[in-house]
């Protein structure tokens, strides 16, 4: 992802985390994010990009409560490889 208008995936998900910004906030930038991605990109950014997106998706579903999400974006982020 190398689009200069959007913050990097782990960057939003570290503000989230770290309560900069709302869920609300994270998802819609996500969303932003995800849709301007090529489809068939790959690497760190799109890896995490379509994980955060399943985690949020598992939550507004119901299946993940808020905790589980933030413990599994945590772990999502801390293990991603370098670019």
Known sequence: M?????????????AYL???VTLQALH???LSVTS???P??????????GA??????????????????RQSLATAVATMPAA
């Open 36 to 38: 301007a991605q090529d």
């Open 18 to 20: 770290r309560g900069r």
């Open 40 to 49: 068939f990109g790959s690497g760190p950014e799109y890896d995490l990009a």
């Open 52 to 69: 955060a997106a399943l985690l949020l998706a598992e939550f507004s579903s119901g299946h993940r409560t808020e905790a589980e999400l």
């Open 28 to 30: 819609l930038e996500l």
């Open 2 to 14: 190398d689009d200069e208008r959007y913050p990097s995936v782990a960057t939003m998900v570290q």
